[in-house]
């Protein structure tokens, strides 16, 4: 049997742990640079904001006290979700986190009479020790297991745990579930399905296997018989991504091009140091810069180009220089640029790196390496971009990025603490 154990629009309580006058209040938590609505409590939901929505949309309920805003702080949201799955994998340590705000219990070899008043205790614990609302769903499967969890959050009856232990409760839980909502079921497979007369998982596992193979190929199988509680996906290994990609708007338009080559050098960096942390070496480098595409009056230029790294790199050093020279090739003046990013790609193991007899810059390369490891180190443990190239900017900096209702740093740093009065 498995638990997934889900925090309740999380984002927006992790706002509320710190903020009590936001509970029972329609608050919503915006994308980078305040753009558009990516969390949104039960209440906002209930007033019909829906999710993606620009706020300069909901200027009229922002404005009249009806609802309540608040920038994304990743850094807290972060925090809170260690401190939730350390208490889970305290209790069940044979754990998969599978998001910042949901993780897989393994509850094999737990008497199943014992199971649900270990997840109700562990409910109460979450809540009580971080102030983190968490639901749970038990069923013989992951996919099942997410089926439980959204009855878990909708109804109260279930003390935020539900559990799917026999055919009759899975056949009414898959009656009661819409398609689009099961897990594995993609937002362009849920239109065809449902075109084809499949409304509910029900529907879905009612299908032979052969007709589910021949339009959703063998993932579509897997949910097809996770449904029906024959366990098929396996914990994922960790995969090399193919590519990296660090990208930001900026709250300004940039015009100097010293002024974005400090922005491109940090993505560059970032980038770097995503690399060496999955041991991967990139074959290639890549840079765009766009204008505003929404200012209809202003100029448009969005221009790519890459380099091919011979061999593999992962070092800062290379990586930003890569990223410097591509900037220098795309630059235009009389532009604003709004956004720009950087794209390491072709990646390979980097135990796997083919040397050769004509690198000319060997000696170079190793020495860049050994002080990519030592900034690693030394920003791991005194913050991001404490050691950095010259064309990056300082540790510690401002972004650029648009945070108008940015909550505290309450438990991530000495100087943000909530005072007690």
């Excluded at 710190?18 to 039960?42: H, T």
């Excluded at 014992?114 to 809540?127: S, T």
């Excluded at 839980?173 to 909502?181: F, M, R, V, Y």
């Excluded at 900037?327 to 003046?333: A, G």
Aim: include cysteine; charged fraction near 25%; charge should be neutral.
């Amino acid at each position: 049997m498995f638990a997934l154990a889900d925090c309740n629009n999380f984002f927006v309580s992790c706002e509320r742990v710190f903020q009590p006058e936001l509970e029972g209040r329609p608050v919503v938590v915006l994308s980078n640079n305040d753009g558009c609505v990516v969390a949104r409590s039960a209440e906002s939901k209930a007033l019909g904001v829906p999710m993606g929505t620009p706020i300069f949309k909901l200027k009229n309920l922002v404005e009249s006290g009806r609802l309540a805003v608040r920038s994304s702080n990743y850094t807290l949201y972060g925090d809170l979700s260690r401190r939730v799955m350390n208490i889970l994998r305290d209790a069940i340590p044979d754990m998969e986190v599978y998001s910042i705000d949901e993780a897989f219990l393994n509850l094999e070899g737990l008497p199943e009479k014992e199971m649900l008043p270990l997840c109700r205790e562990l409910v109460k614990k979450v809540k009580k020790w971080t102030g983190v609302p968490v639901s749970i769903g038990i069923a013989p499967t992951k996919t099942l297991g997410k089926v439980a969890n959204h009855f878990a959050k909708r109804y109260p009856g279930y003390r935020g745990v539900c559990m799917i232990n026999d055919d009759a409760k899975r056949d009414k839980a898959l009656s009661l579930t819409p398609i689009d909502d099961v897990w594995g079921i993609g937002w362009r497979a849920a239109p065809k399905l449902e075109a084809a007369g499949v409304r509910t998982a029900a529907d879905f596992v009612a299908r032979p296997e052969s007709w589910v193979r021949g339009r959703m190929g063998i993932t579509g199988v897997r949910t097809w018989k996770e449904l029906q509680g024959f366990s098929c996906i396996e914990e994922p290994e960790l995969e090399r991504r193919q590519s990296i990609c660090t990208s930001r708007s900026f709250a300004e338009l940039i015009t100097d091009k010293d002024e974005l080559l400090l922005r491109v050098s940090d993505f560059a960096g970032i980038c770097a140091a995503k690399l060496r942390k999955e041991h991967s070496v990139a074959g290639e480098v890549g840079l765009f810069i766009q204008t505003n595409r929404f200012r209809a009056d202003l100029p448009q230029y969005a221009p790519w180009a890459s380099v091919k790294m011979d061999p593999p790199v992962s070092s800062t050093p290379e990586i930003v220089s890569a990223a410097s020279r591509l900037l220098d090739s795309l630059w235009q003046d009389g532009y604003g640029y709004k956004k720009a990013g950087v794209v390491v790609s072709d990646t390979h193991p980097d135990d796997e790196v083919q040397g050769s007899l004509f690198d000319d810059r060997l000696q170079d390369r190793e020495r860049e390496n050994k002080l990519s490891a030592i900034m690693d180190r030394v920003n791991a443990a005194a913050g991001r971009n404490m050691l950095r190239v010259a064309t990056q900017r300082p540790g510690h900096y401002s972004d650029g990025i648009r945070r108008e209702h940015c909550s505290g740093l309450y438990s991530t740093s000495w100087d943000e603490l909530l005072l007690v009065r």
